[in-house]
Structure formats: C-alpha cells, structure tokens
C-alpha cells in the first residue's frame, strides 16, 4: 500500500532494512573484482581508477542498507593514502624505494591463493555451489542441447543492479520520493520469493521490471540478496555477457534457521 503525503519530506520505511556484509567476501575480494574487471596487471594496480569505483561501491552499499564493516573502510583508507603517494613528486627515484603499491599487492596474491583453495573445497566462491543444465527447449528447434548455467559472483550482481537502477531512476517523478510503501523485509521476502517459485524461473531485469519507485526498487534487491543468502534461489547466467537468471531452489530454504 501506498501513501502520498502532500509537503512532506522523504519518508523511512517502518522498519529500516538492514541487510549486513556477511553476505560478501570482504573488500580484499572486492579489489579483485575490479582488478579483474578493468582487466589490470595486479602487480600495476592503476590505484586512482581502482580507488574511485571502489568507493563507488561503498557508497552504494550505504544507499542500499547494507552495513559496511570496518576493514571495508580501512581499505579506503589505504588506497587513498597509496594514490596520495604515488600522486607525490619524486625528482631522485632510489632503486631501494619500495612501491607504495607492494604489500597491497602481495596481500591481495595471499588472498587469491586462499580464495583458490576455497573456490576448488566448496566449487566456487559465488552465491550458488553448483553448475546447473538448462534441458533442451522443446518449443525452440534451435536449442538442441543442455545450457550449462553458472553462478553469478556476487559483485557482479550489485553490479548489474546499479546499471539498472541507474537506468531506472531517471524515469521516476520527483514526488515519488515522497512516496513510501508500507511493507516489511520478510513480506517483500515472500513475495520475491512466490513470483520466482510461480515460474521456476526469472530473468533479473523481468523481477524489477514492476518496481514503482526507488524504494521498491531497493527493498526488492535486498530481498533477492537474502534469498541467495538463505539458499533459497540459485542466480546464474551461460556466460560473463549474457542475462542473469534467478532459479527457483526449493521450499525447503525458505525461512531454514
């Protein structure tokens, strides 16, 4: 339900919806995703690009809701304090001067053999454990056999979610911000959770396709998040470019303590 209150300043929800980091990696995770992303040479980390979408991110997550832990902040810190250096004039460079990008750098490789050796015990460090096969479509003659699906990381989801609510918010009213919807985490939970179990399956942009508002938009994510979180859905796609998909996984997640 909603409520138009005429004069008034943007409005809470009743209930703030707090979705915490646990969810994620951690900021060391993050800075591989967008060195990986950018497609850089860890050992030439491009510092002021990487730390400008870093903090990007962060300040999504705030308008998300979702709490950022400390050592996410703490990395912040430490980029911008090695920008400033690498940003400082050096007239006599000593063969000795270490880079200021180095235990960045050889903490980032500590990590990457962690995550590898995660990634092979628990088939990947993603939202969903598992490769699923798409059968063959009847209906579609062109598909003539199995789709391997895989799981989407889950940097790659917040990221596909700015682009869309990007795109999206533009199109909305300015008095839509003074617009808020009386609902929960756990009704909006429930609802995400019907509408993708009703057909087994929903592209990502299809789910937020009804959203009214920015609100709505946002509560809609989170709630998606803490699906994947509970095992409640597997959210994959057949390659790095092509449409992530929300897979139904089964009764027995939803509300599992």
């Not at 063969?95 to 180095?102: F, G, N, S, V």
């Not at 050796?117 to 088939?123: C, G, I, P």
């Not at 209906?139 to 869309?164: H, T, Y």
Request: with cysteine; aromatic share 8%.
């Amino acid at each position: 339900m909603k409520n138009q209150i005429p004069g008034a300043g943007p409005l809470e929800p009743k209930e703030p919806c707090v979705i915490r980091t646990h969810l994620f990696e951690g900021p060391l995770d993050l800075l591989l995703h967008l060195i990986k992303k950018n497609e850089m040479d860890i050992y030439d980390i491009k510092v002021a690009a990487i730390t400008e979408q870093y903090i990007e991110y962060l300040e999504l997550m705030k308008e998300l809701n979702l709490e950022v832990a400390g050592d996410y902040l703490v990395i912040a810190a430490e980029l911008s304090l090695i920008k400033s250096k690498m940003l400082l004039p050096k007239p006599v460079i000593e063969e000795d001067d270490e880079d200021p990008r180095a235990e960045l750098v050889k903490r980032l490789l500590e990590y990457q053999v962690y995550k590898d050796a995660a990634s092979d015990l628990l088939e990947g460090d993603v939202l969903g454990r598992d490769v699923f096969k798409r059968e063959p479509d009847t209906q579609d003659p062109g598909i003539e056999e199995e789709v391997e699906l895989v799981p989407v990381n889950l940097w790659s989801l917040i990221e596909a979610f700015r682009e869309f609510y990007d795109r999206r918010k533009e199109l909305w009213a300015e008095d839509l911000a003074y617009i808020t919807e009386e609902i929960t985490i756990e009704e909006k939970i429930e609802h995400v959770l019907n509408r993708i179990r009703a057909s087994g399956e929903i592209k990502f942009e299809r789910l937020f396709a009804e959203c009214e508002s920015k609100f709505d938009l946002v509560i809609t994510f989170l709630s998606l998040l803490e699906l994947a979180r509970m095992d409640s859905v597997h959210i994959v796609r057949e390659s790095p470019d092509s449409s992530i998909i929300i897979v139904y996984a089964g009764d027995n997640h939803f509300g599992a303590s």
